[in-house]
């Protein structure tokens, strides 16, 4: 009885090891359900196709840069996982992310094929930690029957940001109290700053907030909302974010990102059909921004290579899945191509002059400092402080945000 | 073995899993966090040299050509930049002193003949990695050991702006929950404990809040307090502007107290319950009796002899209080309003400041300490 044991046991053990497979677990944060039955259908046809590695999804819903760090110091980080281009530089000083050069290089890679931004936005030390999975920019959302109903021109994509206040002053003369929804997100201020000529940091890394065309780009932007009071909050429409706001047609015009596509088509198709989207408003040049999120290796996997494979396919083949299923534009050149979509060529077009989300810092931390001015922008937005005692402020303890310490 | 000590074992070995799960879930942490509070620690470097590699890979990426391609030192030894090798492609986290070790002892030249003769194709620790190649200071690579900052940590709170800021909110807010949701509770107490009929839905009515999830009651507040919310529209009636209440700075605190207050209140009025029972009816007949008003048995009789509920439950409310974390974490989106508890899980969590974080929450632990003996000394047990 106990041989005949031993037999089935061995065998069951000889059997599993020569169909070995490789789990490779691939984590980001979870999607809209559209964006989930993408990557689903993606993961799925990478299955289906390999028999030695098979990939498993596994998001982090809720605080995900948290969760991430915990898990990559507790050494249970997934094998490859979601690198905001906003928190990248902190990951890849840490050395918590796998360069991929050798891995390129041996299999010529082509990386020429991706917008060069895109590329750029995930090197660091003349190193690549991540390949760009896709793109957003901002552009200019409005409700087409907002302004029919109070007779003002639809916005353009040629408009400066003097016609963009015009119409939201029109539409608030004619009786719509809150032409404009804003948050006081410093990263949706920074168009407003480098469409003034403005810097975001000097030659040191310190702060340029304060110099004049810095000021007065973040000036306009906070006097939408204290001064000409044509913008509003999404909180003050009782609407939680953005595009939630445009949704319930609180607000007539938004500037957000692609997202909000998909999330009008999924939540308020009706409002959808109302909806056009243009390039932003411009000054002395056209800036919006551009935020990215790449696929990166984890330096701690002990499956390296067959991360690699996974890698490769997600932001080849696996792209293209992704962005016919959840409406995101394609950092890969063919395939953004073939992207056709009338309403997405704003999008597009921001590409070509867009500032990624990547605030340089002597440490590679811009957090603190990023809380740190989204608070003051709140003060602002409700008259608490003036924009002279913010920038003095922000000035005085600038390079204390950004040391790490 | 004598009786006695094999009861002791016996009663030890069945008591064995609470006494592990303490000291490894709560007296551990208590110390570490004192220690870490003196040091820079930072998460992210937690797995750095237990990190596994390998070396020829990582000198292929850095050289720029394939072991195979290579056939002597001397070929590479050129183009071979030593403390960007360490940092970036085998990938340790250097500081100045740790940079000195390398530079001064690290035997590159045994490193280059290795990966010449082929032998350096495997992964390996980078901890094990280092050992190999220095010749001296390998100690200080064995594992993460955080840097020692003395009071450092101490010291930057005082400059700290969101620091005071924190601590400031987090006072106003016990100040004001505390005593109104200790007497409310009381008053509460003292009306479930009536002899009237539905007293158990009452009771019912008071307690539920208290057993609700706090991110269920979060989000109904949420909605409550939004600027279309219900909370506008009653003040509407009265001829009120609507408010934002959660977004704006002014108000969001008290909102967010009110709302704990109305929570809390049930959980302690079963406290007074509890202690309002064990006064005798005798001391009310007396009373009664006696002539005193209702008002007058509140005053003297009901909250003399409740004096160790009040003192239990002004002390939980202000330990409660002092570390309020988790409706700050879901309804306030303003860091001038955040509290302590919020300010120290940022610092850990979001800005990888694990030190500072401890030695945050040592602050917060002194602070509640002290209030506790405070209170111990103005309310007097009386057992």
């Keep these: 009885m106990r041989k005949a044991f031993l037999i089935v046991f061995l065998s069951a053990l000889v059997v599993s090891l020569s169909f070995a497979v490789t789990t490779v677990t691939i984590s980001g944060w979870p999607g809209n359900p559209d964006e989930e039955a993408a990557i689903k259908a993606a993961v799925d046809e990478f299955n289906s196709t390999h028999k030695d590695i098979q990939v498993e999804w596994e998001p982090i819903p809720g605080n995900y840069l948290e969760t991430l760090k915990t898990r990559i110091s507790a050494g249970t980080a997934p094998d490859i996982f979601y690198v905001d281009v ?29 917008f060069e931004p895109l590329v750029e936005a995930f090197r660091f030390n003349n190193r690549i930690y991540g390949i760009a999975k896709d793109f957003s920019t901002l552009a200019l959302f409005y409700n087409k029957e907002i302004f029919d109903k109070y007779n003002v021109p639809y916005p353009t994509s040629n408009d400066t940001w003097f016609d963009f206040l015009d119409k939201a002053l029109q539409l608030k003369r004619k009786g719509f109290e809150t032409p404009l929804v804003l948050a006081a997100d410093f990263n949706r201020v920074i168009p407003f700053i480098l469409g003034a000529s403005g810097k975001l940091v000097d030659d ?59 999330f009008l088509r999924g939540s308020y198709p009706d409002v959808y059909k109302k909806i056009g989207v243009v390039e932003m408003p411009s000054l002395i040049k056209k800036v919006t921004m551009v935020y990215t999120v790449a696929w990166s290796i984890n330096r701690n996997t002990s499956k390296k290579a067959e991360a690699w494979e996974v890698l490769k396919y997600l932001v080849t083949r696996g792209q293209e899945i992704f962005v016919e299923g959840a409406g995101v534009l394609a950092s890969r050149k063919d395939i953004a191509a073939k992207d056709t979509d009338p309403i997405k060529v704003p999008f597009y077009k921001g590409a070509e002059y867009a500032y990624p989300w990547r605030v340089p810092t002597p440490t590679g931390i811009f957090s603190v400092a990023n809380d740190q001015i989204n608070s003051r922008l709140k003060d602002l937005f409700y008259g608490k402080i003036t924009l002279d005692e913010a920038l003095k402020q922000i000035k005085g303890n600038y390079l204390d945000w950004v040391s790490g310490k | 073995m004598k009786r006695k000590t094999r009861e002791a074992i016996a009663g030890y070995l069945f008591a064995l899993p609470i006494i592990i799960t303490v000291i490894t879930f709560t007296i551990y942490p208590i110390f570490a966090a004192f220690y870490y509070s003196f040091t820079d620690y930072n998460p992210l470097n937690a797995q750095n040299l237990e990190t596994k590699f390998n070396p020829q890979e ?118 004001v929950v505390v005593p109104v949701q200790t007497f409310l509770a009381l008053v509460l107490a003292v009306a479930a404990n009536a002899k009237m009929k539905g007293v158990k839905f009452f009771k019912l009515t008071f307690f539920i809040p208290s057993i609700t999830s706090s991110a269920a009651i979060s989000m109904i507040f949420w909605m409550i307090y939004s600027k279309p919310g219900i909370l506008n529209r009653l003040l509407g009636y ?108 940022k610092n850990a969590f979001e800005y990888g400041n694990m030190g500072y974080a401890s030695a945050l929450s040592l602050v917060l632990f002194a602070i509640i300490l002290a209030l506790t003996l405070i209170q111990k000394k103005f309310i007097k047990e009386s057992y």
């Excluded at chain 1, 840490?94 to 991706?114: A, C, E, G, H, Q």
């Excluded at chain 2, 492609?89 to 290795?114: A, Q, R």
């Excluded at chain 2, 940590?153 to 601590?167: A, E, P, R, T, V």
């Excluded at chain 2, 005193?292 to 409740?306: C, S, V």
């Design chain 2, 238 to 345: 009265f001829g009120f502007e609507p408010i934002a209440w959660l977004e704006n700075p002014n108000t969001a605190l008290p909102a967010v107290m009110l709302m704990n207050i109305w929570t809390t209140a049930g959980y302690f009025m079963i406290t007074f319950l509890a202690g309002l029972q064990d006064i005798p009816r005798s001391i009310y007949e007396a009373a009664q009796i006696d002539g005193a008003t209702p008002g007058k048995i509140f005053w003297k009789i009901i909250l003399p002899l409740l004096r160790p509920q009040i003192l239990f439950v002004a002390t939980m409310g202000t330990i409660g209080c002092m570390q309020v974390f988790d409706q700050i974490y879901f309804l306030i989106k303003n860091m001038r309003n955040i509290t302590i508890s919020f300010y120290i899980y």
């Design chain 1, 204 to 262: 040191q890394l310190n702060t340029a907030l304060d110099t004049p065309a810095s000021r007065f780009g973040l000036k306009f932007y906070i006097d939408m909302v204290t001064k000409y009071k044509v913008a509003v909050e999404p909180q003050e429409v009782g609407a939680g974010w953005i595009g939630e706001a445009l949704g319930k047609e609180k607000v007539a015009m938004a500037m957000t990102g692609p997202w909000t596509i998909g």
């Design chain 2, 58 to 175: 990582a000198l292929e990426l850095h050289l720029g050509v394939f072991q195979s391609e290579v056939s002597s030192v001397d070929e590479i030894i050129d183009s071979f930049d030593l403390l960007s090798f360490i940092k970036y492609d085998v990938g340790v986290n250097l500081d100045k002193t740790k940079e000195k070790i390398v530079l001064e002892s690290f035997d590159v030249k045994k490193l280059l003949k290795d990966f010449v003769d082929g032998k350096l194709n495997k992964e390996v620790k980078v901890s094990s990695f280092m050992a190999k190649y220095l010749k001296k200071g390998e100690k200080y690579f064995k594992k993460y050991i955080p840097n020692f900052l003395g009071p450092y940590n101490f010291k930057k709170m005082l400059g700290d702006q969101y620091f005071k800021i924190s601590l400031f909110n987090t006072f106003f807010y016990t100040i």
């Design chain 1, 86 to 114: 906003y928190f990248f530089e902190e990951l890849a000083r840490k050395n918590v992310l796998l360069p991929l050069d050798l891995y390129i290089k041996r299999d010529n890679f082509d990386l020429s094929t991706y």
